[in-house]
């Protein structure tokens, strides 16, 4: 029977970050189902246009690119919604019912999936992650090679997402003076080293942060891959709302034992990627 099903849809928006998640999602699946193949859908949509990222570091079995961006169309889903037919929304509800759709945000949902399904829809961001998951993304982030004049594994790097952010009304950035009094904390302790912001807007993360009277911080231009991989090797690591930085502070608790900081609103977020690790400081 499994032979005649389609291959379950695994959905992803969101950059390198979310796409992480479904990746751990489709291995957990592969697990749990062995005789289901299973296929990651990338969309682009989104406030800003997203890449399929992890292609670049992952070997996808089955893939699909939907670009289906539209900076044009930014509408709310509570007005999406209302122009879906009560037909559609009663059928969508009834495919889900009997498992033929599925979200997997958290462990409960992820139970009661269905060997049956054949779509996959959420952030997937809430489930426990095993630890081998941990070790195979270090090993795929191993092989890429970054060339720097800065000693990565002495720097305190800080990763401050801006970006989308600036423009969302149901979103903000993290508090700047909060993350600026965590730099000038950690980077007192810890002088002297090298302290490196990276940022999807790093002009207005340096005004916006106005450490450089203090810490004379520096900037590197690199993707969303290889500042991963900086943020999870450095001395110490000081995050920001984003899923980048809670891989990169999984990586640091899992692999590396290194210490980081988070805001504290985002500890409930990662407690499935740090397992509570006192690695993970919290400041407010």
């Known amino acids: 029977m499994s032979l005649i099903l389609r291959p379950i849809r ?27 193949r299973s296929t990651i859908v990338f969309h682009s949509s989104g406030v800003s ?3 399929p990222e992890l292609l670049e570091i992952a070997n996808i079995d089955s893939f699909e690119v939907l670009d289906d961006y539209a900076h044009e169309e930014l509408v709310d889903d509570q007005s999406k919604k209302s122009r879906k037919s009560w037909l559609r929304q009663s059928l969508k509800a009834f495919l889900k ?4 759709l599925a979200t997997a945000n958290d462990d409960s949902q992820f139970r009661k999936v269905k060997w049956w399904v054949i779509s996959i829809r959420g952030h997937y961001s809430y489930r426990h ?15 890429r090679k970054i060339k720097s004049a800065i000693d990565l594994q002495s720097a305190l790097a800080v990763h401050y997402r ?4 600036v423009n969302l009304v149901e979103k903000c950035p993290d508090d700047p003076e909060l993350v600026r009094r965590e730099i ?24 916006t942060l106005n450490i450089e009277k203090i810490v004379e911080p520096r900037s590197l231009e690199l993707n969303a891959i290889d500042t991963l991989i900086v943020c ?33 609103q985002q500890k409930h977020l990662v407690h499935n990627l740090t397992r509570g690790s006192n690695l993970v400081s919290y400041f407010e």
């Open 162 to 165: 801006l970006g989308d952010l």
């Open 232 to 264: 999870a090797k450095c001395r110490y690591f000081i995050g920001s709302s984003s899923k980048l930085s809670y891989w990169a502070v999984a990586l640091r608790c899992n692999v590396f034992k290194s210490p980081s900081s988070l805001p504290s």
């Open 10 to 36: 695994i959905h992803v928006w969101g950059g390198l970050g979310s796409q992480l998640f479904a990746y751990a999602l489709s291995l957990d699946l592969k697990s749990r189902f062995p005789s289901r």
């Open 129 to 143: 992650i095993e630890q081998n998951f941990f070790l195979r993304l270090e090993t795929l982030l191993s092989e």
């Open 97 to 100: 019912y009997v498992g033929v």
């Open 49 to 51: 246009r997203r890449l």
């Open 184 to 207: 000038l904390h950690i980077y007192s302790r810890l002088t002297p080293i090298d302290c490196v912001v990276f940022s999807d807007s790093p002009d207005l993360a340096a005004q």
